[in-house]
């Protein structure tokens, strides 16, 4: 018999951990890039959220925005 695959969507997230919830209640200070640049992009894959792909995205680019921006 198949699992269901693990659901790395944000939507499961506690509501404060929520990137637009958090931006919303706490500030921009409260976030970090990758939460940032997740509320930008919007939404992950099958496989992560869009704040871990962000993460990944970030990393890519050893964590310079402006690199990013390229």
Do not use: H, T
Request: net charge positive; aromatic share 4%.
């Amino acid at each position: 018999m198949s699992e269901k695959p693990a659901s790395f969507s944000i939507k499961n997230w506690s509501q404060d951990d929520q990137p637009r919830q958090k931006l919303q209640d706490k500030g921009k200070a409260a976030l970090s890039d990758a939460e940032l640049v997740a509320i930008l992009i919007g939404s992950g894959n099958r496989k992560e959220s869009a704040v871990d792909l962000c993460k990944r995205i970030l990393a890519s680019v050893d964590y310079n925005l402006n690199e990013l921006g390229k």
